[in-house]
């Protein structure tokens, strides 16, 4: 399954400067862990945004936002965002910045 590489970019021109981000293929795309947890990804052409169980709710009220049950079993703590949706840099930067408070308090892996 290709995967937006639009998006993918521009993820990583955000996520690059933060120290222990790396892409991997994952997924059927490509997600960025941080210091060693998934933070966000790209999957065809939706953001993958790991939000956490807390913000779970919040996150789905957002638009474009469903749920990620890329197994057939949803994901808590996870979304799917609408490519469409964070086709503007402003709202890609909130998406990052919600995922990043969750992964933040993660500890290392």
Sequence with gaps: M???EGLAHR???????LPG??????????VFMWNGNMLVGVMGTDL???VGPEAHADAL??????VFDFTGRPMKGWVVVDGA????????DDWIARCRDF???LPPK
């Design 61 to 66: 009220a957002e638009p474009g936002a469903r």
């Design 2 to 4: 290709a995967y937006d």
């Design 85 to 92: 949706a964070v086709s503007e840099d402003s709202a890609l």
């Design 21 to 30: 981000v790396v892409a991997k293929k994952m997924f059927g795309g490509v």
């Design 11 to 17: 993820l990583g021109d955000v996520l690059g400067p």
């Design 48 to 50: 993958i945004a790991r």
């Design 103 to 105: 992964v933040e308090a």
